[in-house]
């Protein structure tokens, strides 16, 4: 079935880079998306990437796919403390349902 | 624009209560979803309206109903609730007239069933 696995926790200083992982199942997903959520507040749409596209760039954040491995990133460079926030790994199955990951909380280091 | 807009934010229930979570959005959007958020397992889809007019189980729809009212509001009820269906409640819409596009949440209902 579908299902996308994303690590729950992750740390770094401010002004390096961040790393996100996630690995998804379903091979004909269209879009692959990356929502943020802040503290007490919905989710965003931060980015995405289509599915027939290995890399994406806008302003800091690089998404990179690997279609083979159905794995999925997201790099956010020169993190900031306003970056700390629950990021959300999810693929597009087509059949108006998005299936989410269970969300990686990013902590920033002053 | 208010977006997507639910109520309450927060609620408390005895077990065996009943209520209803509202929610309605001013996009024009078709299709609208209710997702509950638990620690450790990220958002899990209820029940979802690809349309006005029709509504369809999701993943966790167990205890759950849905009432699709018109084009804008979408609502969840419990009959009867219980503890395991204390958790944050997210609607959303879905953007374009497809199958597929951005979804746009509510600030979420933080329910606990005592």
């Known amino acids: 079935g579908e299902d996308v696995e994303q690590s729950l926790f992750l740390s770094v200083r401010e002004g390096d880079s961040s790393v996100i992982n996630c690995t998804y199942t379903?091979?004909?997903?269209?879009?692959l998306y990356w929502y943020k959520q802040e503290p007490g507040a919905g989710l965003q749409l931060l980015t995405y990437?289509?599915?027939?596209?290995d890399m994406k760039q806008d302003q800091r954040l690089t998404v990179l796919l690997n279609k083979k491995d159905k794995h999925l990133s997201l790099r956010i460079a020169d993190t900031q403390t306003g970056d700390s926030a629950i990021y959300f790994c999810?693929?597009?199955?087509?059949?108006?349902?998005?299936?989410f990951g269970a969300g990686t909380r990013l902590f920033v280091k002053a | 624009n208010a977006g997507v807009t639910q109520t309450p934010k927060f609620q408390v229930l005895k077990t065996g209560q009943s209520m209803t979570l509202q929610c309605a959005q001013d996009?024009?959007?078709?299709?609208m979803y209710w997702y509950r958020q638990d620690p450790g397992m990220g958002l899990r889809l209820i029940y979802y309206?690809?349309?006005?007019?029709?509504?369809d189980k999701g993943e966790v729809p167990n205890g759950y109903n849905v009432s699709r009212l018109n084009k804008r509001e979408f609502s969840l009820r419990l009959e009867s609730a219980a503890p395991s269906q204390t958790s944050v409640y997210f609607c959303?819409?879905?953007?374009?007239?497809?199958?597929?596009?951005?979804?746009?949440f509510g600030e979420g209902s933080r329910l606990t069933v005592l």
């Open positions: 999810a693929e597009d199955t087509g059949g108006f349902k998005t299936i």
């Open positions: 379903d091979s004909s997903s269209t879009y």
């Open positions: 990437i289509f599915s027939n596209m």
């Open positions: 996009m024009n959007h078709n299709s």
């Open positions: 309206s690809a349309s006005e007019g029709t509504t």
């Open positions: 959303a819409s879905l953007s374009g007239t497809g199958r597929t596009g951005e979804l746009f």
